[in-house]
């Protein structure tokens, strides 16, 4: 059974760089989409962006510029880096498995809160 | 960008059947899938391309799709279906989620 578990700093002052890993265990890591998902504190579900094993990625346009993904196929570990944080950036951040074709997101991590204040 | 929209609340009677829509332009011509989420927990995927159900879900939950508007059906709500729903869509390039609608089972 695939897992996904996550990890990185979780209190950030304001212009510092968010980082957060997600190893996955249990499945192959090619073939999908590794993507990042944050819900602010009393929103929905937002996406961030996706990177697959070969390191091609797609992002939400309104975080271009400040994100970041970074795949390592030897350790089955994809990342995301969000420069410049603000206190718009507190959230919940997911990670998660996806599949081209519409099989949507049918893995997901822990979760990982990241609160950013000064 | 793209936008899906989804109704903020839906309320049922337990036993009931209930309905949470999510439009998008030409969202018939993508393929929609569903995501239950309860307070504390990650989101669950519940319905894939539309119709399809993952190993594990209850046959009580269904999907469609056609023209701008997705729904996800919910047969013989039960209490423990009081959830967020979200809908979920790649436009090009890009995903997108929509707002999420609160199931309350009353």
């Known amino acids: 059974q695939v897992q996904l578990r996550q990890w990185g700093a979780g209190l950030l002052k304001p212009s510092e760089t968010l980082s957060l890993t997600c190893e996955v265990y249990g499945g192959p890591f090619d073939g999908h989409y590794w993507t990042w998902i944050r819900q602010a504190p009393g929103k929905g579900l937002e996406w961030i962006g996706e990177i697959n094993h070969s390191g091609s990625t797609n992002s939400k346009s309104s975080l271009k510029g400040r994100v970041s993904f970074s795949v390592d196929t030897s350790k089955n570990q994809f990342s995301l880096k969000l420069n410049s944080v603000t206190g718009a950036d507190t959230a919940v951040y997911y990670c998660?498995?996806?599949?081209?074709?519409?099989?949507?997101?049918?893995?997901w991590g822990q979760g990982t809160t990241v609160t950013v204040s000064s | 960008s793209y936008e899906l929209t989804q109704p903020p609340s839906v309320s049922v009677s337990p036993g009931q059947t209930a309905s949470i829509t999510c439009s998008g332009h030409k969202l018939g011509e993508k393929y929609v899938c569903w995501y239950q989420h309860k307070p504390g927990q990650s989101p669950v995927l519940i319905i894939y391309?539309?119709?399809k159900r993952p190993s594990g879900i209850p046959d009580r939950f269904s999907g469609s799709n056609s023209g701008n508007t997705a729904t996800l059906t919910i047969s013989g709500t039960q209490a423990l279906d009081e959830a967020d729903y979200y809908c979920h869509a790649w436009d090009v390039s890009a995903a997108v989620f929509g707002g999420g609608t609160k199931l309350t089972v009353l």
């Open positions: 998660a498995r996806g599949t081209a074709g519409g099989y949507g997101l049918d893995v």
């Open positions: 391309q539309d119709t």
